[in-house]
């Protein structure tokens, strides 16, 4: 098992950047493919990106590729989500979750996560 817990989110202007961290417990933080999801009032929780084991497999909402970055440091157990060119529709909880085995997957769907944390609010002003 692992404990996940979020930081960095914030309110900025449209156009303004935050770096979202997700530190896990454990020593096995390697094991496990990483992802980050975010929901806003009202509505469906909704894919953002995800990260394999290792960082070399990652996958990213369209709505966010070129923006997001997604990024993981296994000797820190920290995964990061760095989000740049904000705008208000990215206005919503963000959650780090990670899934054990199959860590070569990159998934956006959130039921295939097992371990979930308790979400940081990023809002973006216009």
Do not use: H
């Amino acid at each position: 098992q692992v404990q996940l817990v979020e930081s960095g989110g914030g309110l900025v202007q449209a156009g303004g950047s935050l770096r979202l961290s997700c530190a896990a417990s454990g020593r096995t933080f390697s094991t496990y493919s990483m992802g980050w999801f975010r929901q806003a009032p009202g509505k469906e929780r909704e894919f953002v990106a995800a990260i394999s084991w290792n960082g070399g497999r990652t996958n990213y909402a369209d709505s966010v590729k070129g923006r997001f970055a997604i990024s993981r440091d296994n000797a820190e157990n920290t995964v990061y989500l760095q989000m740049n060119s904000l705008r208000t529709g990215d206005t919503a909880v963000y959650y780090c979750a990670a899934r054990y085995g199959g860590s070569w997957l990159v998934s956006a769907t959130w039921y295939d996560y097992n371990y979930w944390g308790q979400g940081t609010q990023v809002t973006v002003s216009s």
